[in-house]
């Protein structure tokens, strides 16, 4: 069947799927976008409030944040189901996997900290504290070496900063 799709809160796209969180309805579709169609493929249910997804390898799978449960689902697609919840901080909103796919990183805005996900096992490795409120997160590769970029929402006064210095750190 084909769909029109309305425009979502967060999506992700590989070159054959589109994972789209729907934070309302506490799920995530996935469409089929291979050739000029696209194609609903499910609509399956994860924890509460996801805000993020990070498709691995070849889509077939995903990670998605859930902000209101404290959680990460992993979700396989063949089996339309979630099929590993790991608990992180309070509220996770962004997520991003490092280029080899071995660690998970996710943002966890309340709690201002970052937890690494060990992909292999489905557990928590380790986590860092942050500055207050990261929400999105990026990892880039250089060599054998990765860095993970954390992406602070809102604006928190540092110790001794003046509220002029703080306007605009968004």
């Not at 069947?1 to 589109?18: G, H, K, S, T």
């Not at 506490?26 to 993020?52: C, H, M, Q, Y």
């Not at 990026?138 to 054998?144: D, N, P, Q, R």
């Given at each position: ?14 070159a054959?799927?589109?994972?789209v ?41 995903a ?20 099929t590993?919840?790991i608990?992180?901080?309070?509220e996770?909103?962004?997520a ?11 943002a ?5 900290t ?36 954390v992406?602070?929402t ?17």
């Amino acid at each position: 069947e084909n769909v029109e799709v309305a425009p979502p809160r967060r999506l992700v796209q590989n070159a054959r799927f589109l994972w789209v969180v729907n934070p309302d309805t506490d799920s995530v579709t996935v469409f089929n976008v291979a050739r000029d169609a696209i194609r609903k493929l499910a609509e399956i249910p994860v924890g509460d409030e996801p805000r993020s997804v990070a498709p691995v390898g070849n889509g077939q799978k995903a990670y998605v944040t859930n902000a209101v449960s404290g959680t990460v689902s992993l979700v396989s697609l063949p089996k339309a189901r979630v099929t590993k919840t790991i608990p992180v901080g309070t509220e996770p909103w962004g997520a991003a996997l490092t280029p080899d796919g071995k660690r998970l990183f996710v943002a966890n805005w309340a709690s201002g900290t970052v937890t690494a996900i060990d992909t292999k096992k489905s557990k928590e490795a380790f986590t860092i504290q942050v500055d207050p409120g990261p929400g999105g997160l990026a990892v880039t590769s250089e060599g054998k070496n990765s860095r993970v970029i954390v992406v602070h929402t809102g604006s928190f006064p540092r110790p001794g900063g003046t509220p002029e210095m703080q306007e605009g750190r968004d």
